[in-house]
């Protein structure tokens, strides 16, 4: 239960940021998921790269080392995909295909149907497995709103990403990495980040990203993401004049 909670605060900052960094940009990516997973979100090439900030220097030098000695390894779009219950995730999975195919989280309804932000042109929101308390996989979507039969209802949908929150074996990468491995077994399996910014290392392919936050006293992941469509999402929500309901 304590990481879904920091999870979600998590997200939720990093959108904040994405949407800070993207109108200084514009001037000289909304607050959203959780207003997501997660880190400033830009572009790969403008993702500002730092070294995690320790207070131990032996800490900070083994992380140093262990960067420096490690190669970029050849990323196919294929890493960024994950299995659920027989089904293959990737970034054009439709949402209605997996509610068909899973339902409902446990507890969706007595979440505000998994609603993380929006108003009434579109919704955030959040379906998680197998409940919403101690979630192990949460899919986090994005809704145009529409009304049907005088009722307002989620029309054109698409995933912005997955976040994995269990240390089970069954929500490993296409690589094996879970919640619970270290950073050695990280870049081992993937290489050098394409970037860091403190305890997030950054994966980066085409528009897709893969994120391992780690938890600076036990260095072991707490948190993986796979990076969809967050900045779509982000300027959808900016372009439509976005406020959030749930802050109201």
């Known amino acids: 239960m304590k990481i879904s909670y920091i999870t979600l605060i998590w997200l939720a900052i990093s959108i904040f940021e994405l949407t800070a960094c993207h109108n200084l940009t514009e001037n000289n990516n909304e607050q959203s998921y959780l207003q997501a997973t997660d880190s400033e979100r830009k572009q790969t090439d403008g993702f500002n790269s730092s070294l995690p900030k320790m207070n131990n220097q032996d800490n900070l030098d083994k992380k140093v080392n262990i960067l420096e000695q490690s190669e970029q390894k050849q990323l196919q779009e294929d890493d960024f995909t994950i299995s659920y219950k027989s089904m293959l995730i990737r970034k054009d999975t439709d949402p209605k295909e997996l509610i068909s195919r899973l339902g409902y989280g446990e507890g969706y309804e007595a979440n505000n149907n998994g609603f993380v932000s929006g108003n009434g042109e579109f919704r955030r929101w959040n379906l998680s497995y197998p409940n919403y308390i101690d979630p192990e996989i949460r899919f ?18 698409y995933l912005v990403g997955v976040s994995l929150e269990s240390e089970s074996d069954r929500f490993q990468t296409k690589r094996g990495i879970k919640v619970g491995d270290n950073r050695e077994k990280i870049i081992q ?4 980040p394409s970037s860091m910014k403190g305890e997030i290392l950054r994966y980066s392919v085409g528009g897709l990203h893969l994120q391992f936050r780690m938890d600076d006293k036990t260095e072991k992941v ?13 300027e959808q929500q900016k372009s439509a004049d976005y406020i959030d309901d749930s802050e109201e």
Request: cysteine-free.
């Open 189 to 192: 399996a993937y290489g050098r």
């Open 222 to 234: 707490e948190n993986i993401f796979i990076e969809y469509n967050m900045e779509k999402s982000v």
């Open 140 to 157: 986090i979507i994005f809704s145009e709103r529409e009304v049907k039969d005088e009722e307002i209802m989620d029309g054109d949908s």
